[in-house]
C-alpha cells in the first residue's frame, strides 16, 4: 500500500485537530487502512 500523505504531515494535521475530531479521524483511518487490506486479502 502506498500513500501520499508522509508521517510528518499526518502528525503536523493531528495536532491541528481538536481532540474529538482527532479521535474520530483515527478511527476513520483505522478503518479505511484495515477494509484495504482486507480488501487486498479478498482480491
Do not use: C, G, W
Not at 17 to 27: A, C, D, E, G, H
Amino acid at each position: 500500500m502506498q500513500t501520499n500523505v508522509s508521517l510528518s504531515q499526518l502528525i503536523a494535521y493531528d495536532s491541528l485537530i481538536p481532540l474529538r475530531n482527532r479521535i474520530k479521524m483515527r478511527v476513520a483511518v483505522a478503518f479505511i487502512l484495515h477494509s484495504e487490506e482486507f480488501y487486498t486479502i479478498s482480491k
